[in-house]
């Protein structure tokens, strides 16, 4: 049984997934208070199940790109409950369990998540065979500049990118918009895209760390002036 976490993004969302099956999701729009719901999502979601800690085989997180708060609120939460329970942790990138929720798509489908600052992060994949397999790997730039590169035609896009580069992309050859409903990322994708994957207790769970894509900027905090 897998227990998958996203949040990568404000659409937060917790999974339980076993045999194929989603047996339980749990989704919430929650900005900057991923840290406030995540437990309790996750006890929600293993309630509706009828299920316990104790039967859940591995946690899947997403561990990038997206927004470093939410990778650090994920990743920590997926750590300290894979250590305290002695099972696996599945890293799965955000851009891929975008991918994974268009299967066997006859176009190439390239993931843009809005990265701020006019940059997206961006990735290509081919799922023609049903599991998303890497063209171009995880990217950010300028969506301009990082699509010319590329030489995209007649591919498909998604992810939150689309709504707001939607200008640019109509002017790529053969563009298609994948609908909104599967343009936001959830962890039931997540939770599938880890049951792909051979079984492996290869990654330690304490040195696993987020891909941010670009180093984290701070603005440094103004020292306090001393009372005279």
């Known amino acids: 049984m897998i227990l998958a976490l996203d949040t990568a993004t404000p659409a ?33 979601v293993l309630e509706d199940a009828g299920c316990g800690r104790s039967q859940i085989d591995c946690i899947a997180v997403t561990t990038g790109p997206g927004s470093f708060t939410g990778l650090r609120i994920g990743l920590s939460a997926a750590k300290g409950l894979c250590m305290g329970l002695g099972i696996e942790l599945v890293a799965v990138s955000t851009l891929e369990s975008l991918a994974a929720r268009l299967p066997f798509c006859r176009l190439q489908v390239c993931v843009l998540l809005d990265a701020r600052r006019g940059e997206v992060y961006a990735a290509v994949y081919d799922t023609s065979d049903g599991c998303p397999r890497e063209v171009h790997p995880p ?16 591919v498909l896009f998604t992810g939150d990118g689309v709504d707001r580069w939607a200008d640019l992309l109509a002017t ?7 609908p909104p409903p599967v343009r936001r990322p959830c962890a039931d994708a997540v939770a599938w895209v880890a049951s792909q994957r051979p079984v492996s207790t290869d990654i330690d769970p304490g040195s696993l760390e987020p891909v941010y ?3 984290p900027s701070f603005a440094p905090a103004t020292p306090l002036k001393a009372k005279t």
């Open 213 to 215: 894509l670009r180093t």
């Open 12 to 44: 937060g969302s917790v999974a339980l997934f076993d045999a194929g099956h989603v047996l339980s999701l749990r989704t919430f729009d929650a900005p900057r208070q991923h840290s406030r719901r995540l437990f309790g999502e996750i006890d929600a």
């Open 172 to 178: 790529i050859p053969g563009a298609k918009l994948a």
């Open 139 to 154: 990217s950010v730039d300028e969506p301009d500049r990082l699509l010319a590169h590329w030489g995209l035609e007649g």
